[in-house]
T-cell receptor, first 116, second 107 residues
Framework: GAVVSQHPSRVICKSGTSVKIECRSL??????MFWYRQFPKQSLMLMAT?????????EQGVEKDKFLINHASLTLSTLTVTSAHPEDSSFYIC????????????FGSGTRLTVV | RKEVEQDPGPFNVPEGATVAFNCTYS??????FFWYRQDCRKEPKLLMS???SGNEDGRFTAQLNRASQYISLLIRDSKLSDSATYLC????????FGKGNQVVVIP
């Protein structure tokens, strides 16, 4: 149980375009999902906490107008990188935790974004 | 002070040896602690949750020291397949991570 699916796994886009990344909990309802970014050889940096039916909570220094998060259902959260720049190239990973789950957070397989 | 601090290493460990490392955290109110394993260019996978009484899973032992605000991970009888980065995660309603401890097990 506790499977999180993330798509796409890899995307290349042009500067100035927007990219949407999906994170789905397949066998549980995820009341909360988290979005992380990881640059090469760096730690996972929490970008925002996504709560179903309410606005996301962004970490300090993360532009909410650039990284749009939508958590419209208990099984789906999306992250849209708007007006992408080469410096947005990174590994984006989501994680989810269902209500009552005590055994940690499950991660999606990540999305490697390259902006050219 | 950073939320979570880990010595990134690398920790070069001879096969069969024991390695241990700590992770310090700043928020004393945190209730949930975890160790994750991350292989290169892959997502983190939960290794074990960390409980106040300490817990063991095979060759892996995790401890929580609330007084000194750190958690530890000990790996016994290291295998080549243990080579990875070990991330400590903590938080209540949000999960923050340290930089990770890179372990390289050497034949």
């Amino acid at each position: 149980g506790a499977v999180v699916s993330q798509h796409p796994s890899r995307v290349i886009c042009k500067s100035g375009t927007s990219v949407k990344i999906e994170c789905r909990s397949l066998d549980f309802q995820a009341t909360t999902m988290f979005w992380y970014r990881q640059f090469p050889k760096q730690s996972l940096m929490l970008m925002a906490t996504s709560n179903e039916g309410s606005k996301a909570t962004y970490e300090q220094g993360v532009e909410k107008d650039k990284f749009l998060i939508n958590h419209a259902s208990l099984t789906l959260s999306t992250l849209t990188v708007t007006s992408a720049h080469p410096e947005d190239s990174s590994f984006y990973i989501c994680s989810a935790r269902g209500q009552g789950m005590t055994y940690g957070y499950t991660f999606g397989s990540g999305t490697r974004l390259t902006v050219v | 002070r950073k939320e979570v601090e880990q010595d990134p290493g690398p920790f070069n460990v001879p096969e069969g040896a024991t390695v241990a490392f700590n992770c310090t955290y700043s928020n004393s109110a945190s209730q949930s602690f975890f160790w994750y394993r991350q292989d290169c260019r892959k997502e983190p996978k939960l290794l074990m949750s960390v409980y106040s009484s300490g817990n063991e899973d095979g060759r892996f032992t995790a401890q929580l020291n609330r007084a000194s605000q750190y958690i530890s991970l000990l790996i016994r009888d290291s295998k080549l397949s243990d080579s990875a980065t070990y991330l400590c995660g903590y938080g209540n309603n949000r999960l923050a991570f340290g930089k990770g401890n890179q372990v390289v097990v050497i034949p």
